[in-house]
């Protein structure tokens, strides 16, 4: 096991790393911009360093500096988190050159799974389910109306190298093809140094499903359920639950089953999702993280199984604690995003918290590494906080979620809690009635 693990990330995921970390006996290395200073994970790790100003290109994403780091104070590990570098397979490799454990699949992995032409690839190779679309990248006009006529209309055509809605644009016919073609290459160079695109059929009410899955790079792998995505504003969730709505017990164990087998064949190790479009009882692939999610708490929360425990594990060389049949569903959890956004416009709301009450009660866990008193920086993405409530079944998941969003205080910022107040009290969203097109519509319809 390992001696001293540096936590490359910042915010909730970064001291909820920490935890895990602590709880296996493991010294921790905090780094921090100088806007973090007086960070929750940096006041209660074992050493920390500052890496750089505010920007996170001159402080997280700061190859050198980190490296820096792990000189200074001898770590031999290093957890990415979630963003920044955690999927970024050039540091990795640097990680391995310098004989320091990535805590994350190999940079190999991250490179397949990285691209997305590659990845869908590598898909159909394993034998996932795939969206219909191009073979590759689309190069030339021509290309991109041969191609979307043999898709079939409407087609979505999305970046390479994208991630966030960015680079990605619908044709609903010939006469828009080479307009959205032309506009998603330009806007994917502009957000990625990379304009190359591809295509896929778009599909009209899908939902958002992913597969949780954990390996060993020994060949050993297991998935731990589904979790529904769905609800997504500018193609970013805010609100996602394990087990889903919808998605039966038996569709759960098949999908899953085909992405464990997938990773036994790719020796994949550590944490990752691989995430679909359903619709019509069907699975198709459109994107594989290498890395933890954000939501991975809900899965913990019906599991029993903790998910960042299991990545320090296998990367220090032991094999998974589980074996599939160990792995037992129970009940219903849905995770909610707290962001620090005026939640009429989404405007971020940086400032300091003058009163903090997280929810509390059975079935409640609260990840956030904020505090009364805490100044929340301008600099960085605006999610403050994550609620997580568990409950026997969906309709008593609901109800308690119902009470700790009433419960949860946070002054002086403006926050999205007042968003999930509303959307408690949707009949689609009580009933599971939605896509991922679902909460656009609302906003829109609702002036929100």
């Not at 994550?386 to 998941?397: A, M, N, Q």
């Not at 403006?414 to 408690?424: D, G, H, N, S, Y």
Request: proline share 5%.
């Amino acid at each position: 096991m390992f001696q001293k693990v540096l936590i490359a990330n910042r915010g909730e995921i970064a001291l909820r790393i920490l935890r895990a970390c602590k709880e296996l006996g493991i010294q921790t290395v905090a780094v921090h911009s100088t806007a973090d200073a007086n960070a929750m994970h940096v006041r209660l790790a074992d050493e920390s360093v500052c890496i750089g100003p505010p920007s996170a290109k001159d402080s997280y994403l700061n190859i050198p500096s980190i490296m820096a780091a792990i000189e200074i104070t001898g770590a031999d590990a290093v957890h990415p988190g979630y963003g920044f570098l955690s999927e970024n397979a050039r540091f990795a490799k640097i990680l391995t050159e310098h004989k320091v454990t990535f805590i994350g699949p190999s940079s190999h992995h991250i490179d397949i799974m990285g691209d997305k032409i590659t990845a869908k690839k590598t898909a159909v190779e394993l034998g996932i389910p795939v969206v219909p679309g191009s073979p590759g990248a689309v190069e030339t006009e021509a290309e991109a109306k041969r191609m979307a006529k043999e898709i079939g209309y409407p087609v979505l055509i999305k970046a390479t190298a994208g991630g966030g809605g960015r680079g990605m644009k619908l044709a609903n016919s010939e006469d828009d093809v080479l307009t959205a073609w032309s506009t998603a290459r330009s806007e994917a160079a502009a957000a990625f140094g990379n304009g190359s695109v591809y295509m896929e059929k778009y599909l009209g009410k899908p939902r958002h499903i992913e597969v949780q899955i954990l390996g060993d790079g020994q060949g050993n792998a297991v998935h731990l359920g589904v979790r529904d995505c769905s609800l997504q504003r500018r193609n970013q969730k805010v609100w996602e639950e394990a087990g889903g709505p919808t998605i039966k017990p038996q569709e759960r164990d098949e999908i899953g089953e085909i992405c464990a087998v997938a990773m036994r064949k790719l020796k994949y190790s550590g944490a990752g999702t691989i995430e679909f479009l359903y619709e019509d009882g069907e699975f198709y692939f459109i994107e594989m993280n290498t890395r933890l999610q954000v939501e991975h708490p809900v899965t913990e929360r019906i599991t029993g199984i903790d998910i960042v425990y299991e990545q320090i594990r296998v990367a220090s060389g032991e094999k998974l604690s589980i074996t599939q049949d160990k792995v037992q569903f129970n009940g219903h959890a849905i995770e909610v995003r707290i962001n620090a956004e005026d939640p009429q416009t989404f405007a971020p709301s940086p400032g300091t918290i003058t009163f903090y009450h997280p929810a509390g009660g059975v079935g409640i866990r609260v990840d956030s590494a904020v505090y009364q008193g805490y100044k929340i920086p301008p600099y960085y993405d605006s999610l403050i906080g994550k609620l997580i409530v568990y409950g026997r079944t969906r309709d008593e998941c609901l109800q308690r979620l119902r009470r700790a969003i009433d419960e949860f205080v946070i002054d002086g910022i403006k926050t999205t809690l007042p968003l999930f107040q509303r959307l408690i009290k949707e009949p689609d969203i009580l009933s599971g009635n939605y896509d991922i097109h679902w909460l656009e519509k609302y906003l829109a319809e609702n002036k929100v």
